[in-house]
């Protein structure tokens, strides 16, 4: 038995992160087969050198929610590349650390009891970035709402 296991026992669960992208709860925006910008690497352009994912809730408020279309005058590419610009501004303007809070204002559509109408509104969308290990003790970055852990 390691040391480690010694000290906390063996362990009961385990959820990777590979495993979260493959159901849907993460999105990997470092996979080049999420076409953003087709041929083009996005995070390289926007000067993260890390491998970035977003949870499907933040990504559903900020860039694209599953299934739904667009505000007129919006696409993916644009709203992905202003959530990474305002993510590398603030790691730019931080302190330091492994934690970091930014906001995005993107236009989202105004949703009357659960049911979307044909208006849309600014809204400015409060997000949490984390840098921690991956699966390989790589670093990464995971950007979430606020209250997701």
């Not at 362990?11 to 990997?28: H, K």
């Not at 996005?42 to 929610?65: C, H, N, S």
């Amino acid at each position: 038995m390691s040391e480690q296991n010694e000290f906390f026992g063996e362990v009961i669960s385990s959820y990777t992160r590979a495993e979260a992208i493959a159901d849907g709860f993460l999105v990997d925006l470092s996979d080049s087969s999420c076409n953003f910008r087709p041929g083009l690497n996005i995070l390289q352009e926007a000067g993260i050198k890390f491998p970035v994912a977003m949870t499907r809730a933040a990504f559903d408020r900020t860039v694209q929610k599953l299934g739904e279309p667009l505000p007129p005058a919006q696409d993916v590419s644009g709203r992905l590349w202003d959530v990474l610009t305002m993510l590398k501004y603030a790691i730019r303007t931080s302190a330091g650390g492994d934690l970091l809070f930014f906001t995005v204002r993107v236009w989202n559509w105004v949703y009357i009891k659960g049911d979307r109408t044909n208006r849309f509104k600014h809204e400015d969308v409060r997000l949490k970035a984390v840098c921690g290990p991956g699966d390989n003790a790589e670093p990464v970055i995971t950007i979430m709402l606020p209250d997701e852990d």
